[in-house]
């Protein structure tokens, strides 16, 4: 057997190897990239339906006559802002991420004020559609909570795949990038005010 074929065996079969694992580290990326995705299709999905929600409170709160115009007026306007702030999944970018918060966080806002200001309105707090509504808008608020966690899993998931030596290096030569969490509202971590009333 000739004496440089050893050498060329080894190294061949070293070259497969990292090949091998080259392959399996830039599969497993984008397996973990998709699933992050998807689950941010599942956030927007979940806001989606609180739009759609807010939508058909607003309807019932119109038909109260003597309800106050600048709060609802308040609310259409946010959620207007709102769902005309989304994000590609293929764009998730911290600076897209910001902006889709904060026009979220500013329905959340408005849509508290109007339910606040509803308390005034007993025939409202009466109205079986307005109870209903209400009621599906909390239990959307849960949803929404737990796909944003299940999110960040995600991306938890993918970022340390792609952040830990020596796959770092390997996801920069593949073109896989961080990708954003999504972070609590800014003041959150302040307990809010609560004055209670006594008559």
Do not use: C
Request: glycine share 6%; aromatic share 10%.
């Amino acid at each position: 057997m000739k004496k440089w074929l050893i050498p060329l065996i080894v190294i061949l079969i070293l070259g497969f190897g990292a090949y091998q694992w080259a392959v399996g580290f830039n599969n497993t990326a984008v397996e973990y990239e998709a699933n992050a995705k998807t689950a941010w299709s599942n956030v927007e999905s979940s806001y989606q339906r609180r739009n759609d929600l807010i939508g058909n409170l607003i309807k019932t709160v119109q038909g109260a006559a003597d309800f106050e115009r600048t709060t609802l007026r308040e609310v259409i306007e946010a959620r207007a802002k709102a769902t005309s702030t989304t994000i590609d999944a293929g764009n998730l970018t911290a600076e897209n991420m910001a902006q889709f918060q904060q026009a979220q966080t500013g329905l959340s806002g408005a849509l508290s004020k109007l339910l606040v200001s509803v308390e005034r309105y007993p025939e409202l707090k009466a109205n079986q559609n307005f109870l209903e509504l209400q009621s599906q808008l909390e239990g959307t608020e849960n949803r929404i909570n737990v796909a944003r966690d299940r999110y960040n899993e995600k991306v938890n998931i993918y970022d340390i795949h792609t952040t830990k030596f020596p796959g770092k290096i390997l996801a920069g030569w593949f073109g896989f990038e961080d990708m954003p969490r999504y972070k609590a509202d800014p003041g959150s971590e302040n307990a809010p005010d609560v004055n209670f009333e006594f008559n």
